[in-house]
C-alpha cells in the first residue's frame, strides 16, 4: 500500500496532501455531536435558556460544517481518484508491456494472479479514500472514547468489546480471498467461454458448430466451481463476524444501562452515553468496514501490484548489457534446451547451432518440431531452460530486451491485427518513424502489400476494423500482408525473423517476395551482418536460403543448403519429395 501511496504522491501531491486534510478536518464537527446533545439536555432541565440555544446553535452548526465538509472532501478525494486512476492503470499497463519474456502471460499461477489485479486495478483507486476513511474514523472513535471516560473511566471497557469485531473485520477478506485465488482458474474460464459465447470473432464457428448451448452450459458449470467455495467461506467468516458484532452489541446495552441505573447519572450523562456510545459503535462499524476493504485491497491489489512490480525488475537486474550495433561472427547456440511454463516436455533439447553474419536461414520441420519456439528465443521472449544463445560472443541473456529489440524485426504468423489507421498499424513498426510517410510506402512495397492500400477508401489514412467509426474491414491475408509491412519497417534490424507470416498467400507470391526481400537483405547485409530467419512449410521458398536448419524431435537434424541437403537421404529430402509430388 505504501508503494502505491508513492505513486499517486508522484502523481498528484497536492490533491492528495488536500484530500486528506480535509477528510480528517471533515471528521472533527460529527464527533463533537455528543458534547452538544449532554449540554442541550443539561440545559433543559435547569431550565437555562441561555445554554439552551447556545447548544441548539452549536448543533446546527456541527451538522452544517460536517455537511459542508463532507461534501468538499468528497469531490475533492473524487477528482483525485479520477486522476490517480489513470496513473494506476498505465502503470500496471507499462509494468506488462515492459516485462522481457512473455512467460508471465502464458503461466497458470501467473495468469491467476494478472486476472485478479486487472479485476482490482479499478478499486486500487478506492484506497486512498478508504486510508482517509480509516483515519477520520479513527480520529472519531479516539474522541468517542474519550468523552465516555469523561463520564466513568470503565466505559473505556466498551470499547475493548469491540476488539473482536476489529480482529474479524481483518480476517474475512484473507479468508475469503484466498478462497477466491484457489478456484480463480475457474473464474478465467467463465469469463473465457462467456467471451467466447458472445464476441463476434468466434460468432461464425459458434452458430456453425451449434455449440452456443454448450458454452452457455459450461460457463455455468465453471461459474458454479468457482462460486460455490468462495460463497462457502463467505458465509463462514460473515458468521463468525456477525457474532463478534452480537457481543459488542450487549456491551453496548449493558453500559447504558449501568450509567443510568448504576452510576445514577444526569441526563445529560445518559444522553452523552447513548450518543458517544452509538457513535462509538457507528465508528467502529465504519473502521473495521474499512479495514476489512483496506486488507482486501492489500491482498487483490497492492500485494499483486507490488508482485508484478518485483517481477518486472528481476528481468532489469539479470540484464546488464546493450546489444552491438552490428554482427561480424552471427548467433552460435550452445546446448539449448526448452519447455514452457508449466510443462516438463522439452520443446528443443541440446540443440547446437550456428547463424552466420549476413545470411538468410530458414528453419524447416513437421508441427512441433520448435521452429516458433526457436524464434521466440532468439526474439528473448522467453529464457532459456539450459544452454544459452551468444551475439557475437556475448551471451543474448546479459543484454537488455530492449536495446536487443530495437536491433530485431519480425512477422509472425499469429500478429496481432491493430485495428488503428492504416498508417499506424503499419508505422508501429518502428515507432520512432510511425508518421513518417515515406518509411511507411517502403515498408508497404517491401511486403508486397501495395495492391492492400490501393483497395482500401482512403489508402494509409484508411481506419481499419469495421467497429470503428469510417472503419473498413479487410480480408485474413490483407491484414496479414499489413503485419508483414509492418515488420519491415525497421531498415537495419541485426535480426529479421518471419515465422510464417504469408501463409495466407498463395505459394508462387510468397516464393515471389521472399526471394525479392532476400537478394535485397544480402545486398544490405556486409553492412551490418544481418542475420534474416525464415520459418515456412513452402519448400519452394525455403530453397533460396543460405542455409537451412532442419528440426526434428526438438533436436536439430540436418543443416546445410538445398543443394547439400537433397544430395543426402534425410527429413528434408523427404518432406521436400512429399510437397513436390503434391504440386505435380
Keep these: 500500500m505504501w508503494r502505491v501511496f508513492k505513486l499517486g504522491y508522484r502523481h498528484e501531491p497536492g490533491m492528495l496532501l488536500t484530500s486528506f486534510g480535509l477528510s480528517q478536518l471533515a471528521a472533527l464537527p460529527d464527533a463533537l455531536l455528543a458534547v452538544w446533545l449532554k449540554l442541550l439536555g443539561d440545559a433543559a432541565l435547569a431550565g437555562d435558556r441561555r445554554r439552551l440555544v447556545l447548544a441548539a446553535l452549536a448543533l446546527g452548526l456541527t451538522a452544517t460544517a460536517t455537511w459542508f465538509l463532507t461534501t468538499l472532501s468528497t469531490r475533492v478525494t473524487r477528482r483525485f481518484r479520477d486522476k490517480v486512476t489513470i496513473a494506476l492503470e498505465a502503470h500496471v499497463a507499462r509494468l506488462q508491456a515492459t516485462i522481457a519474456t512473455v512467460a508471465h502471460q502464458e503461466r497458470p499461477e501467473h495468469l491467476d494472479r494478472l486476472s485478479v489485479l486487472r479485476d482490482q486495478i479499478f478499486v486500487l483507486d478506492h484506497m486512498y479514500m478508504s486510508v482517509f476513511s480509516t483515519c477520520g474514523f479513527l480520529l472519531r472513535l479516539v474522541f468517542a472514547i474519550g468523552l465516555l471516560m469523561s463520564i466513568h473511566p470503565g466505559l473505556v471497557v466498551l470499547a475493548l468489546f469491540a476488539v473482536p469485531t476489529v480482529l474479524t473485520s481483518s480476517w474475512r477478506p484473507a479468508v475469503e480471498r484466498g478462497a477466491e485465488e484457489r478456484v480463480a482458474g475457474a473464474g478465467r474460464l467463465a469469463r473465457h467461454l462467456f467471451t467466447t459465447a458472445t464476441s463476434a470473432a468466434p460468432g461464425k464457428e459458434v452458430r456453425v458448430t451449434r455449440i452456443g448451448e454448450r458454452l452457455v452450459r459450461e460457463r455455468r458449470e465453471a461459474w458454479e466451481r468457482w462460486y460455490g467455495p468462495v460463497s462457502a467461506a463467505r458465509w463462514g467468516s460473515a458468521s463468525w463476524h456477525a457474532l463478534a458484532w452480537l457481543v459488542f452489541g450487549a456491551a453496548y446495552v449493558g453500559a447504558v444501562v449501568w450509567v443510568a441505573v448504576g452510576m445514577k447519572g444526569s441526563a445529560g450523562d445518559v444522553l452523552l452515553v447513548l450518543a458517544a456510545g452509538g457513535r462509538l459503535s457507528a465508528y467502529i462499524g465504519a473502521t473495521v468496514g474499512e479495514i476489512g476493504f483496506l486488507r482486501g485491497i492489500w491482498l487483490d491489489g497492492s500485494r499483486r501490484l507490488c508482485w508484478l512490480e518485483d517481477y518486472a525488475a528481476s528481468f532489469h537486474q539479470a540484464a546488464d548489457q546493450p546489444a552491438p550495433t552490428r554482427m561480424g561472427q552471427g548467433i552460435r547456440i550452445e546446448g539449448l534446451s526448452f519447455s514452457y511454463p508449466g510443462t516438463d516436455r522439452l520443446v528443443l533439447d541440446s540443440v547446437d547451432l550456428e547463424l552466420p553474419a549476413g545470411r538468410v536461414v530458414a528453419l524447416v520441420g513437421e508441427n512441433g518440431a520448435g521452429k516458433t519456439t526457436l524464434v521466440k528465443l532468439l526474439c528473448k521472449l522467453y529464457e532459456p531452460t539450459a544452454g544459452r544463445i551468444l551475439v557475437d560472443g556475448a551471451p543474448l541473456g546479459r543484454m537488455t530486451a530492449d536495446s536487443w529489440r530495437a536491433r530485431l524485426a519480425g512477422a509472425f504468423q499469429d500478429f496481432h491485427r491493430f485495428e488503428l489507421p492504416a498508417r499506424q498499424s503499419v508505422g508501429l513498426g518502428d515507432v520512432a518513424r510511425v508518421d513518417d510517410e515515406q518509411a511507411v510506402a517502403a515498408a508497404v512495397a517491401r511486403a508486397g502489400a501495395d495492391d492492400v492500400v490501393a483497395g482500401l477508401p482512403a489508402g494509409l489514412d484508411t481506419q481499419l476494423g469495421p467497429t470503428w467509426p469510417g ?76 542455409l537451412i536448419v532442419v528440426l526434428d524431435g526438438a533436436r536439430v537434424a540436418q543443416v546445410g543448403t538445398h543443394e547439400d541437403l537433397m544430395a543426402r537421404p534425410g527429413p528434408y529430402a523427404d518432406l521436400y519429395g512429399i510437397q513436390a509430388a503434391a504440386y505435380r
Excluded at 472 to 493: E, I, N, T, Y
Excluded at 526 to 543: A, E, K, N, P, Q
Design 471 to 546: 472503419g473498413v474491414d479487410v480480408s485474413f491475408g490483407q491484414w496479414q500482408k499489413l503485419a508483414l509491412a509492418r515488420g519491415f519497417m525497421r531498415d537495419h534490424p541485426l535480426l529479421l525473423v518471419l515465422d510464417e507470416p504469408t501463409a495466407a498467400l498463395d505459394a508462387e507470391t510468397e516464393h515471389a517476395l521472399f526471394e525479392r526481400y532476400a537478394a535485397a537483405a544480402r545486398g544490405r547485409a556486409s553492412g551490418d551482418g544481418r542475420i534474416t530467419v525464415l520459418v515456412s512449410h513452402r519448400f519452394s521458398t525455403v530453397r533460396m536460403a543460405d
